[in-house]
T-cell receptor
């Protein structure tokens, strides 16, 4: 079974609109972390936002927020007021365990977001 | 500009060549990672170094040989690669698992 599932291969949104990218995860470890990364066509992986399993509040970073629903095991990324520069591939990733140095990330398959004017 | 520097940005090599990819970070991170990424696919973990020791090798073929000379530097030595090894190779570093991994811009490798 996949540990990280991103069910939307592609999403389309107009500038200034909000968009939600879905991510569900599967783990039996009570301690875990969830990350979202953005990868433009140029290739660099850009960290966007992090949510720890014990965090009480949903994470927010500027226009990015993470809708964390622990019971449903979902960690959806919400981008408000989309911009043309948001067009990229978005990856959801999970770290299992307490977070020692060198803990590997498990990536989902990604969602390609296209923003139009 | 990223805080993890990878060189070269592009590399074209024949199947009999030997080359190396270099990754450098000066953030004091104690874990460093190599990933391989094919187009429109997620990164695939290859190797993890923790405190300069190899901690994870994801059954990578021996034609890929990692090296961590010090806490700031990570190399990936390449020898006798195959055309299917053509990909984007990403390096990352992190202080611990709770903090995000910081990625370099990657090296685009083409095997002729």
């Amino acid at each position: 079974a996949q540990k990280i599932t991103q069910t939307q291969p592609g999403m389309f949104v107009q500038e200034k609109e909000a968009v939600t990218l879905d991510c569900t995860y599967d783990t039996s470890d009570p301690s875990y972390g969830l990350f979202w990364y953005k990868q433009p066509s140029s290739g660099e992986m850009i960290f966007l936002i992090y949510q720890g399993s014990y965090d009480q509040q949903n994470a927010t970073e500027g226009r990015y927020s993470l809708n964390f629903q622990k019971a449903r095991k979902s960690a959806n990324l919400v981008i408000s007021a989309s911009q043309l520069g948001d067009s990229a591939m978005y990856f959801c990733a999970m770290r299992e365990g307490s977070g020692q140095a060198g803990t590997a990330l498990i990536f989902g398959k990604g969602t390609t977001l296209s923003v139009s004017s | 500009d990223t805080e993890v520097t990878q060189t070269p940005k592009h590399l074209v090599m024949g199947m009999t060549n030997k080359k190396s990819l270099k990754c450098e970070q000066h953030m004091g991170h104690r874990a460093m990672y190599w990933y391989k990424q094919k187009a429109k696919k997620p990164p695939e973990l290859m190797f993890v170094y923790s405190y300069e020791k190899l901690s994870i090798n994801e059954s990578v073929p021996s034609r890929f040989s990692p090296e961590c000379p010090n806490s700031s530097l990570l190399n990936l030595h390449l020898h006798a690669l195959q055309p299917e090894d053509s990909a984007l190779y990403l390096c990352a570093s992190s202080p611990n698992g709770n903090q995000p991994q910081h990625f370099g811009d990657g090296t685009r490798l083409s095997i002729l």
